[in-house]
């Protein structure tokens, strides 16, 4: 396993479309194992290939419970409640700022062992999907800002 370097806002792999993974190989594992070891070296809770330069729709989220691997993830079902909550991204640095997203999604995606899964989230593993597969389509959530937060000792 490695570390992958986090591409920041600006470079342009950011913002383009992922393609599908047509064959869960040996590249696709390496993958999946580097951007688990680069998502809890950085500390986030999510991580899309193109955030390492890979334009494979390819996720790994862990909020706390356990790493989620999602191999080409899609959104089939998303709650009417919305909460407005505040987001970051390992690829957008010290900014943060509310985001309207639903309070509840379920996510049909492959495994690792090519296995289809569906996946439930609430609240932040909710925003975790959202935010991540926006990614995927080649979406920053600075897109979707409604207002920036500032921290109170940046205030100052």
Request: aromatic letters at 6%; glycine letters at 8%; charged letters at 30%.
């Amino acid at each position: 396993m490695a570390i992958r370097n986090i591409l920041k806002i600006g470079d342009e792999t950011l913002n383009k479309k992922s393609r599908e993974v047509a064959e869960i190989d040996k590249r696709i594992i390496t993958l999946l194992d580097d951007m688990a070891e680069t998502l809890y070296d950085s500390k986030g809770v999510g991580l899309a290939a193109p955030q390492v330069g890979v334009l494979k729709r390819v996720v790994v989220i862990d909020v706390g419970n356990g790493i989620i691997e999602l191999i080409n993830p899609r959104i089939i079902s998303a709650s009417d409640e919305l909460i407005d909550d505040i987001e970051g991204c390992l690829s957008v640095p010290e900014r943060w700022g509310y985001v309207e997203r639903p309070k509840a999604v379920t996510v049909r995606a492959t495994d690792r062992d090519g296995n289809e899964f569906e996946v439930t989230g609430e609240e932040l593993l909710a925003r975790a999907f959202c935010h991540e597969l926006d990614h995927l389509d080649g979406h920053l959530f600075v897109e979707k800002v409604s207002e920036y937060y500032i921290p109170d000792e940046q205030q100052e």
